[in-house]
């Protein structure tokens, strides 16, 4: 059976994996202290341009999730995101479990636009009785988002002037940040990033690590007592030092990016081949997911030798599925891949 479900499959990047081995009998201060996780705070500050900024390390995505918002929001207030969101659709009401509300906003092809968060925020404050209703005080977005598009400069910028403008967090959620940055039409960069939103994370879980998420706060707001919650939501790992080697092996000679390339790559093989063949999308993506539209038919004869995600019902003979590639997908499996397709076309 070969794997395309999702882009955590593999363990981890064997540079890890020896930087890991390496500093094994090492003692070191614990829950984040220690030398390794400063040095990955270091080179990520400086990959972003910025010293101002506070970088904390977790395991995974949703903890980061529900660690950000309940050290963001008081009681009374909720998260802005669009329906496909994570925090919305699969964390298992991770946030509302913290006791804050996901607000969905209307969004197209995964992503919020400036004007419906506006628009959003507006409603609250027009409604005479607003104090019986939920306020929005932060504004989620995943880059990319989880149907694999991505936002552009002008589009983050825009987003932040709104929430800047009206007292708005803007968060963005990371988690296959590095396949963002490095999509083709992409015109973000850390550094770009770093500056137009109030908090990001880094997702290593799905690009390369063996698990872990580097937060980057930049609101001075957020990092006040930000450790307090971080230990509170059972974020501050112990052994802290696993996640610093992690990330400090990530960021060393471009290992994040490089691994990003290579599973845009392979999905762009695949999406290119199906194309080719007049195989429709659902979603028009640059980065490591895929949507192609297949015949029923054809899925279940797929299935018996892949495993993929099924996404989306399109009519009765036709249902949208996902093809996720990750560094280590292999170019003979997506070659496979490609002519198990094209045979049963």
Not at 66 to 81: D, E, I, K, W, Y
Not at 224 to 240: S, T, V
């Amino acid at each position: 059976m070969k794997y395309f479900n999702c882009d955590y499959n593999e363990g981890a990047h064997p540079k890890i994996l020896e930087a890991l081995q390496k500093s094994n009998f090492e003692q070191t201060e614990g829950y984040g202290m220690d030398i390794y996780c400063k040095n990955a705070a270091e080179i990520i500050k400086a990959k972003c341009n910025r010293e101002d900024l506070d970088v904390h390390f977790l395991v995974g995505g949703t903890q980061t999730n529900l660690t950000v918002v309940s050290a963001a929001l008081r009681p009374h207030q909720g998260v802005l995101c669009a329906e496909t969101g994570h925090v919305n659709l699969h964390e298992t009401g991770a946030i509302e479990a913290t006791g804050h509300k996901v607000i969905v906003v209307p969004s197209k092809n995964g992503k919020l636009c400036a004007a419906e968060v506006l628009k959003v925020y507006k409603a609250h404050w027009n409604d005479d009785t607003h104090e019986h209703i939920v306020q929005p005080k932060m504004v989620y977005i995943s880059n990319p988002t989880e149907v694999g598009t991505i936002y552009s400069k002008q589009e983050l910028a825009d987003l932040y002037s709104v929430c800047k403008d009206n007292g708005l967090y803007l968060y963005v959620d990371g988690a296959r940040l590095g396949y963002g940055l490095c999509a083709e039409g992409n015109d973000l960069d850390l550094p770009t990033l770093a500056s137009l939103c109030d908090v990001f994370y880094i997702g290593g879980t799905k690009i390369g690590a063996l698990f872990g998420e580097a937060l980057v706060i930049r609101s001075e707001g957020l990092k006040e007592d930000f450790r307090y919650i971080l230990k509170q939501k059972g974020g501050m790992l112990a052994k802290g030092r696993l996640l610093g080697i992690q990330f400090k092996t990530l960021f060393t000679d471009d290992l994040y990016f490089k691994m990003s390339i290579h599973a845009n790559n392979m999905a762009k093989k695949i999406k290119e081949a199906l194309l080719n063949k007049d195989i429709k999308v659902l979603i028009d993506s640059n980065t490591n997911q895929q949507f192609p539209i297949l015949n029923n038919s054809i899925i279940e004869k797929l299935k018996k030798k892949y495993n993929f995600a099924i996404w989306q019902k399109v009519d009765e003979d036709n249902t949208a599925v996902r093809f996720c590639t990750s560094w280590a997908t292999k170019e003979e499996d997506v070659e496979q891949l490609i002519n198990d397709i094209k045979k049963l076309i």
